[in-house]
């Protein structure tokens, strides 16, 4: 089934993305383009975010990570934040059931417990809905910076050494990584930033080592599935070498 979607895409099943993550930006300029409140932005940004996490599961991508909400946004204006957390909240809430049903499996990276009490109640009772969820996962990257996931890793790390658990010896990549957010999760294949802007702000500062990047000018909430499709292929273009020559 999921061999003839792909092939309807014109998709290689082969060489489908295990791990995707999106930088959703763009939501701000939308809204300003049509002389809107930001948070019109980040609502019409939501419907975006439901197509993608449609058609990931199409294709059966098995981890997409969405960059939600970062570290350094929480300096954003206090009305902001309180729009950006109710959307999230309506979200968990929303899309629990679909969720459920799609065997998606939701978790988060980030500090989540900075989040308000009401958000952190709905990320958990959506999570424990969909613990048991096999198919893929719905990472959200929330409170999410790559500085302080580093940060956290070489303080728990630093910990065990000091307890004695580890000797500084047996510090190397797996150790390393089984400490940080996405331990367990595949590695990041692609990366795809929306509009425009050519940096990382602060994302997945270890995963994205090997990862091909795709930066679209497209706004975030015009951001389709054909679109994501069309993406897709480049990659499938791309030649991933990891330093190595090809034959
Ligand atoms: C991305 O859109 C959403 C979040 C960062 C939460 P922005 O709000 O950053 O939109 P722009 O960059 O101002 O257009
Ligand atoms: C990155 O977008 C964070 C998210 C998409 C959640 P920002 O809009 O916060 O990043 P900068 O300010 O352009 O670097
Ligand atoms: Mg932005």
Redesign the pocket.
Known sequence: MSFNNNKQHGLDPALIPRHVAI???GNGRWAKKRALNRIRGHEKGLEAVRAIVRVCRELKILVLTL????T??WQRPAAEIAGLMRLLKKFLVQERAELVESNIRLSVIGQPDRLPDNVQKALRQTMDATAQNDGSILNLALSYGGRTEIVEMVRSVAGKVAHGKIRTQDINEALVESHLYTKGIPELDLLIRTSG?M?I?N?LLWQLAYAEIFVTPTLWPDFSADEFIDILKQFQLRDRRFGKVLP
Do not use: V
Request: hydrophobic share 40%; net charge negative; proline share 0%.
């Open positions: 930088i959703m930006d960059y939600a909400f970062s350094e946004n802007e940096r702000s994302f």
